[in-house]
């Protein structure tokens, strides 16, 4: 199947206008669109957020029997949706579910003048689905009819300065011990992914098992994570219990000046994981030239990998979530297609750091 790539995520949460007010003011983000009971959509109310080619979709269940309202009791603020874009949604669907996928929506289209979008949605992991998604016409209808323009006195204004962020390069996905491989097969089965990358990861006295799958034309990824059982528990197991269940852990938005974001991102507030000054005193030995300067990656914590194509660059954000699960990556490739051997110890490494204190504080009871 021909997959285009991430369409849009989609958030359930506990206050959308809430939500989108962070990601405006603290990432970049511009209310593109909004949703609920004067736009068909009885039940709940959603803000369309978007930056460079990232679609965010934040919804708040409006009813206590909305997905939503159950979605957010049980795990807090998350994502719910990871839709995939598609040449043919109806065709995406019942390969879906000829490979294993559960049926969660049949194929529906919404209609407006100038476009026309059909979805379906199949089951993916925990309580995460897929949406499959059609676009023909105007790539600024959304939803047409069911998400529409937002009038700019309704909105959160966007901060100053230029869109710094242009996709979703990624998703992580924290899973269950025992389910990795299982999950995997499921995606390669369901939606025809490929496994393009495996490792296993140490951080002090953890170990984790990851398992990488993308669509054959490389435009989406997930990154599976399982905790090792054999190991002492760390943030996998801390993010199992504290969103209750597997789940996406993180977002990667990628790019195409990471010092600049990083930069424009700590002054509206946004923190990041940090990184000791050791992991730089042995990068030329380890990786040889790099692209960018190292004092410009130094003071800002920076990580720089390689794959056989090209370099990476990435950096975790500090949890903004009050469980402390969910967060965002930010990734700039130069020619880099999929991931090094070196930095997701390293991000892990730098998130360890950060949540070593809050597990502490959490058995404290604290």
Known sequence: MDYLGIDHVEFYVGDARQAAFVLCSAFGFRVHGHGGPETGLPDQRSLLLGQGDCRVLLTSGLRPDHPA????????????VVAFGTRDAGAAFAAAVAGGATPV????TYEGPDASVRTATVSGFGDVVHRLVERHGSAGDFLPGAIVTASADTV???PDGPELLRTIDHAAVCLEAGTLEATTAFYRAAFGFDLIFEEYIEVGGQGM?????????GNATLTLIQPDLSRTPGQIDDFLAWHGGPGVQHLAL???DIVEAVDALGGRGVGFAPTPASYYSSLGGRLGAVDLPVDRLRPRGILVDRDHWGQMYQIFARSMHVRRTYFWELIERHGARTFGTSNIPALYEAKERELAAVRATTKAGL
Do not use: C, I, L, N
């Open 209 to 217: 098992f990851s398992q990488v799958v993308q669509s054959p034309g």
């Open 156 to 158: 959160p204004a966007p």
């Open 254 to 256: 990628s790019t195409d």
């Open 105 to 108: 929506e049949p194929p529906r």
């Open 69 to 80: 309202v159950d979605y957010v009791a049980r795990h807090g603020d998350g994502v719910a």
